[in-house]
């Protein structure tokens, strides 16, 4: 076997961190396949997540603050004699009206904020400047609520012009802080650790963002006590002192984000997403679905130069997938504006009817705060009490669960409100005690656990990174979207009427709590009503009673298709110390220039996984499979310089396309023997995070992928359940206990990496201790890998001079278009191929009675081409254990 990591793995000699490790077994873990028996925990939270958890809490001290003496500053008259204290004298439907107009503007500006931040400056300066108009808008409601204010007459305006810039302020916080605080957290994949108990957990990110939005929604109602403060400062001072308190904090706020600037992870914006999503929509729309609207199926179709942006380098299957994920994201909220006109009424309303009430010395606007005190309880419990305990148990409490929990909630406490109501209009006036109010504020508290933390999750889980504050803004749009509705209920939210009111929220709430399919939340979910899964609710977690392991590069994902396709994927996870998406020396697959050449051996098994690797490839493309979105049909011309065997030829001639063997006349100086034919190139790190999102998706089996590091081949087994192990540990077969396979060595290559716009075809020249070789990747930028060597046993990971400018010599040798003056040279890297003796591993090995090891190793640089022809022959080895279990078909 000959040419692996040059096109398998490449290694930066620019960054100190990519130096090659001479310690292989590091590098690599076996990898079990489905239910692991492991607990799941979150991980530990960042302290600077906390950071932005403060000042999340002082806008929430400030935004509620300031909100909860507006009811009845807006209200009641300026009388300072009176019981309940006032300044405007409008009544309670204005007093409704307006309160909700500030609720419309302050959420449906979230959208403003969103689109300055995904667009222009990024998300911190985003918080910051709404900061600034923060205090200033408070600024303008302190000076126009002083009493001298109020009796000239410009406290309404004052109100009107404040609430304007306010809106502003709290939307471009709400907009961003909520994604700014997520993204502090860096780490996407799973991962197992051993805790001080000595107990074997699987630490989950989803698990860890869980965790982050529940403390952060608690510090939000931390922040939202500060009603306690200002209405009992509004009741025994003035307003305008009352309003002071939060314009004092805000700054604080201010300055504190400020000056912890430099702590902060933070992402930029990326050209223009907002603007490039539309686009996509746009030719979405025009052809009738998003899977149309890739530019592959565009370029199959004839359609793409209908599109002018879809011929742009950053148009791509993989940025149109992002987008419809997105708007995925969005249809999930259609509903929640019913959740909030019941949430709405807390901070209203229910004001309104507790002044009706006997307060015996109670502020009639101090009860909105038995809403945050109810949550300020209830998520520690559940962080540390409930969802621990529903995990031990495997119950999985599904995130339209969660929402449909909540929503029934919120309607209870319409109907009790609706009781009250009819109560107190039966009764003497005053005469019912305000607290007995305590359960409808409670109740729409605990709504709040399930249905906003919820929400805030799937905004940001569910939303391309590029667009996660545009997504975030249309989840606080649907309060918006209440409030604006609340505003058209403003004639019935006054007496008499109040009770119908209260019960027809109800009656909305307990309809909207109906949970949707699972096809409106999860894209893949429809495909399950095609089959008879003898499983739990949760697709992704069901029982298993085998694990198959192998590793997350191309042979380990091929072998976890292959699988999937016989129907094991509820069976597998896959476990490795770097998965797709990971950049590292020690991860090879990701890196390569991936095609389908000549360049395997002359053995029988190379040719034949060759050939099944090639079919197998090309029917995906002819298919318009989706594990193809990566893969291209390319012009490919391969040359020897010593002729190649007769069964090699031989072999090739009876399957590659369009295959023509190069006369001898129009073969170049020193070379042997020719070959024209259609190839396939593949975008490899593209191809491989394709295919583990693919893999994780329902119907494919819901792969499970966590990231753990094994020391012996023995440790694959994590589970008592594990009955099978692939092992495809590429260069870890040399050292790694279990295997030590001496056979096994590297073999060096380097590379130049470039964009070069105008190749558009495979070129190759095989020589004794060469390759030379021009593969265009497809579906990028324009980027294409040039190399290279083969220097067998070289594990020297430092960049030479003289085989770079070897390699520009001879690739431009080949192809002329490569002298151009629009390719640019990337990187220069060096990477090392896995490569064995007598070819590679494909072997079944008994270790003891139900347990199995499937070895896969040592393709050299052929992974990508023979990788899904060694993977059929390993599923194969093990058919007879596989055929024995209760497996279904999901493909």
């Given at each position: 076997m000959t040419d692996s990591a040059m096109r398998e793995s490449l290694i930066s000699p620019h960054d100190p961190e990519e130096n090659y490790s001479k310690d292989h077994h590091l590098s690599v873990s076996a990898i079990p396949l489905h239910d692991v028996n492991l607990r799941r925990v979150p991980d530990h939270i960042p302290w600077v997540v906390l950071l932005v958890?403060?000042?999340?809490l002082g806008e929430r001290f400030t935004y509620f603050g300031l909100s909860g003496p507006l009811q009845n500053y807006i209200k009641n008259p300026y009388n300072q004699a009176a019981e309940l204290p006032g300044a405007l004298g409008k009544g309670q439907a204005i007093a409704t009206a307006l309160g909700n107009f500030f609720k419309f503007w302050a959420y449906a500006s979230t959208v403003i904020g969103a689109i300055v931040a995904d667009q222009f400056i990024g998300k911190f300066k985003a918080i910051l400047v709404a900061c600034m108009v923060y205090i200033v808008?408070?600024?303008?409601?302190?000076?126009?609520a002083i009493p001298a204010s109020i009796r000239g007459g410009s406290a309404f305006g004052g109100l009107i012009a404040s609430m304007i810039i306010l809106g502003l302020g709290t939307g471009g916080i709400k907009a961003n802080v909520t994604p700014f605080c997520a993204e502090q957290y860096q780490k996407t994949h799973a991962f197992v650790k051993t805790l001080k108990s000595g107990e074997r957990v699987i630490v989950d990110p989803d698990l860890t963002v869980e965790r982050m939005f529940m403390w952060f929604y608690w510090a939000v109602n931390i922040g939202a006590l500060s009603p306690l403060i200002t209405v009992n400062v509004e009741a025994k001072a003035s307003f305008w002192l009352a309003f002071l308190i939060p314009l004092i904090v805000i700054v604080i706020v201010a300055v504190l984000f400020l000056g912890s600037n430099k702590l902060f992870l933070k992402t930029n914006p990326q050209g223009s997403p907002i603007v490039?999503?539309?686009?996509?929509?746009?030719?979405a729309i025009a052809e009738r679905s998003f899977e149309n609207a890739k530019p592959s199926l565009l370029r199959e179709h004839g359609m793409l130069e209908a599109y002018p942006f879809a011929t742009k380098a950053e148009y791509t299957d993989y940025s149109v997938e992002k987008v419809r994920t997105g708007i995925t994201a969005c249809k999930l909220f259609l509903l929640f504006p019913f959740?909030?006109?019941?949430?709405?009424?807390?901070?209203?309303n229910l004001i309104s009817q507790a002044g009706q009430m006997a307060l015996h010395g109670t502020p009639n606007d101090l009860l909105q705060n038995l809403d945050p005190i109810a949550l300020i309880i209830f998520i520690p419990l559940l962080d540390f009490v409930v969802y621990p305990l529903l995990r031990r148990y495997k119950i999985n409490f599904r995130p339209e669960l969660k929402v449909t929990a909540g929503f029934l909630m919120a309607s209870m406490s319409m109907v009790y409100a609706c009781v009250l109501q009819y109560y107190i209009y039966k009764s003497p006036p005053n005469t019912i005690h305000v607290w007995i109010q305590a359960?409808?504020?409670?109740?729409v508290g605990f709504s709040e656990a399930f249905v906003i933390i919820t929400g805030l999750e799937i905004a940001y889980t569910k939303a391309p990174e590029s667009l996660r504050s545009l997504v975030s803004a249309l989840f606080w749009l649907t309060i918006g979207v209440a409030a604006a509705i609340c505003i058209a209920l403003a004639p019935v939210s006054q007496d008499p009427y109040l009770v119908w009111m209260y019960g027809s929220l109800g009656i909305v709430g307990f309809v909207a709590e109906t949970p949707p399919h699972p096809s409106r939340w999860f894209p893949n979910a429809a495909n399950r009503s095609r089959q008879s899964w003898k499983f739990p609710p949760n697709p992704c977690h069901p029982p298993s009673k085998t694990d198959k392991c192998a590793r997350a590069g191309i042979i380990g994902l091929n072998v976890a298709l292959e699988l999937s396709k016989r129907g094991c994927g509820r069976h597998i996870t896959v476990i490795a110390k770097h998965l797709p998406g990971d950049v590292h020396v020690d991860y090879t697959s990701p890196w390569a220039g991936a095609n389908f050449s000549g360049i395997s051996g002359n053995d029988p098994n190379a040719?034949?996984?060759?050939?099944?690797?090639?079919?197998?490839?090309m029917k995906l493309i002819d298919n318009g499979a989706e594990e193809a979105k990566y893969l291209s049909k390319t012009q490919s011309t391969e040359y020897w310089d010593e002729q190649p065997s007769s069964e090699k030829i031989k072999s090739v001639t009876e399957y590659l396309r369009d295959v023509q063997i190069i006369p001898r006349a129009e073969l170049p100086p020193n070379v042997a023997f020719g070959l024209r034919f259609t190839t396939i190139t593949l975008n490899a790190p593209a191809h491989c995070l394709h295919l583990k999102s693919l893999l994780s998706q329902d119907p494919y089996g819901c792969v499970q992928f966590i990231r753990q590091e094994v020391s012996s081949l023995k440790d694959a087994f994590i589970s008592k359940d594990t009955t099978i192990v692939f092992n495809c540990i590429g260069n870890a077969a040399m050292t790694l206990p279990g295997v030590a396979d001496s056979k096994c060595y590297p073999t060096r290559g380097q590379i130049v990496l470039v964009r070069a716009p105008s190749v558009n075809e495979n070129v190759m020249r095989h020589g004794k201790d060469y390759e030379t070789y021009i593969i265009p990747r497809p579906n990028s930028d324009s980027t294409v890998i040039l190399g290279g060597y083969l220097q067998k046993g070289d594990s020297d990971s430092q960049v030479r001079e003289h085989e770079r400018q070897s390699i520009l010599r001879r690739t431009a040798g080949l192809l002329p278009a490569l002298s151009r003056r629009q390719t640019k040279i990337l990187k220069v890297a060096v990477g090392f191929r896995p490569s064995r003796q007598d070819g590679a591993r494909v072997e079944r090995e008994d270790i003891v009675a139900g347990q199995t090891v499937v070895h896969n190793y040592g393709a050299g640089g052929t992974g990508y081409q023979a990788g899904m022809g060694m993977a059929q022959d390993a599923v194969g080895l093990v058919q007879d254990i596989l055929g024995s279990l209760p497996l279904f078909s999901s493909l």
């Open positions: 958890i403060i000042v999340e808008g408070l600024t303008v409601l302190v000076a126009t490039d999503a539309a686009r996509t929509v746009h030719i959740y909030f006109i019941c949430w709405t009424q807390i901070w209203n359960p409808a504020y409670v109740l040719l034949r996984w060759d050939k099944a690797g090639y079919l197998a490839l």
